[in-house]
């Protein structure tokens, strides 16, 4: 049945009215982003000597090579930007495929461009970890926050939700900080399938980290 005109206007309308409103969320999406970037320099610039003198450290702990990169890397260059040291504990090489020796070596690669020195980087290839479910005392655990599909995947315009939404942190990259993330994830060749890049290009995470106190 061939549709009318009214038909087909049913269906150009409202996408005619949608365009103007999605480049207007993504102008200020952009804005917002440059701006929480700023602030967050600003207050990274005041507060590097701080972290300095009383020797702020932090911990990533990940599951796999490529974790750093693919889920923490604004966490990672938030606190580097912040003046903070930190280093990887990696529990697992990722040898299911015999490529264990390799995904060390990516590793420690994307933590280099992520600012951390190999010497920073450790592999804990067991099959059981145990511990003592103590903390340090003056030691905080953040665990990554998980966020739905659709916010997932909206890149930048999920900025403005994650700036609205309760958090206990939260880094967002600038533009040139969110090219050395993509280069980070790029070090991990062997893991660097076709969804890859599309993750790369669409997900959130490799420029927004929102995290809770555990």
Known sequence: ???????????????????????????????????????????????????????????????????????????????????????????????????????????????????????DVTVVDHRYLHSERKLPEGCHVLVLESVNLFRKYISILDVPISCLLPRDALFILTEEETERARSAMRCHHSQLLWFRHIYMLFSRYMVINSLRLL
């Open 1 to 119: 049945m061939a549709a009318g005109p009214w038909g087909w206007g049913s269906v150009v309308l409202p996408l005619l009215l949608a365009l103007p409103l999605a480049l207007l969320l993504l102008v200020g999406a952009r804005r917002l982003r440059r701006r929480y970037a700023a602030d967050g320099a600003r207050a990274s610039l005041r507060g590097r000597a701080a972290a300095r003198a009383n020797g702020v450290r932090a911990l990533l702990v990940t599951a796999h090579p490529d974790d750093e990169a693919m889920f923490f890397a604004p966490t990672v260059l938030g606190l580097g930007r912040a003046g903070a040291r930190a280093a990887v504990l990696c529990c697992s090489a990722g040898n299911y495929y015999n490529q264990g020796e390799i995904r060390k070596k990516e590793l420690e690669q994307s933590c280099f461009l992520l600012g951390i020195p190999a010497s």
